[in-house]
């Protein structure tokens, strides 16, 4: 069992700043790769940053250079900064995790309930 928290979501202006977190916790043996994404009502989930146990990263498009994603393995949390917020930017955003349970098993996914950003002109 995992649970993923999150916290930093809220309502910003443009050209403000918002930082996420999201806290692992429950069955971990490894996490392989943990991310962002986001979600428009009616529309799909699309991956905003993610980032490796290695700490290889990958971004949309939209938001490179102005966000940035970063992992405290220890702790089992991912962090994404979102500089310079634009009101295109407000979404329903969802921490996802790659989760190693056990030794002996194999990787299964999870998501956090979703946390509100909106941008205000």
């Known amino acids: 069992q995992v649970q993923l928290v999150e916290s930093g979501g809220g309502l910003v202006q443009a050209g403000g700043s918002l930082r996420l977190s999201c806290a692992a916790s429950?069955?971990?043996?490894?996490?392989?790769?943990m991310g962002w994404y986001r979600q428009a009502p009616g529309k799909q989930r699309e991956l905003v940053a993610s980032?490796?146990?290695?700490?290889?990263?990958n971004y949309a498009d939209s938001v490179k250079g102005r966000f940035t994603i970063s992992r405290d393995n220890a702790k089992n949390t991912v962090y994404l900064q979102m500089n310079n917020l634009k009101p295109e930017d407000t979404f329903v955003y969802y921490c996802?995790?790659?989760?190693?349970?056990?030794?002996?098993?194999?990787?299964?996914?999870?998501w956090g309930p979703g946390t509100q950003v909106t941008v205000s002109p």
């Open positions: 996802n995790a790659v989760v190693l349970p056990s030794y002996s098993g194999g990787y299964s996914e999870y």
């Open positions: 980032i490796t146990n290695s700490g290889r990263t």
């Open positions: 429950g069955s971990i043996f490894r996490i392989n790769a």
